[in-house]
Each structure stands twice: as structure tokens, then as C-alpha cells.
């Protein structure tokens, strides 16, 4: 059995080239959750979806307010990718 990977916001903030104070930002928006909120530990979701975040802030000028548009639509799209591979199996 593979354990979830859970890295300490530290180690995010190298990996991403995030702040500690815009990753802070990003939770307290909402935008991502971490795996341990109350240890600052983040799974590979986590960060992919920091540095999707990252991505559309710095180079592709989305604004604040549609960060959380853009990420509902992945979830939302997500969601119906997981529900086809079960129905598929």
C-alpha cells in the first residue's frame, strides 16, 4: 500500500518558488486544501494544484476572482473523469 506523499510547506514553497505568505493566501481563499492543515502538509494534489494556481495567476493573467471559477470547472471535470472510469469498469 502506497502512502499519500506529504510534504511540509517548506518544501512546497522551494519546489512551487511560492511564498510562504501566497500559499497561506491560496487556503485562506480556499483554493486548496491541505492533506494535515493543522502541520502544513501537502499531498501531490496539493501542490499540483498550487502550481496550476501559480500558473494562471503569473502566466495567463487570470484574476483573483476567477481562480475559483477556473478551479471549480477542473474539479467539476474531475469529478465526471472518475464517475466515467467507474462506470466503465
Not at 502541520?39 to 502566466?59: K, V, W
Amino acid at each position: 500500500m502506497n502512502l499519500p506523499l506529504r510534504k511540509k510547506l517548506e518544501e512546497v514553497c522551494r519546489e512551487c518558488g511560492v511564498p510562504e505568505d501566497i500559499i497561506a493566501q491560496f487556503m485562506q481563499q480556499e483554493w486548496i486544501h491541505p492533506i494535515d492543515n493543522e502541520h502544513a502538509m501537502f499531498d501531490e494534489e496539493d501542490i499540483a494544484r498550487i502550481d496550476l494556481i501559480t500558473e494562471l495567476r503569473n502566466n495567463l493573467g487570470v484574476n483573483d476572482e476567477a481562480v475559483p471559477v477556473i478551479l471549480h470547472l477542473i474539479d467539476q471535470l474531475n469529478f465526471i473523469h472518475r464517475k466515467l472510469r467507474d462506470f466503465e469498469s
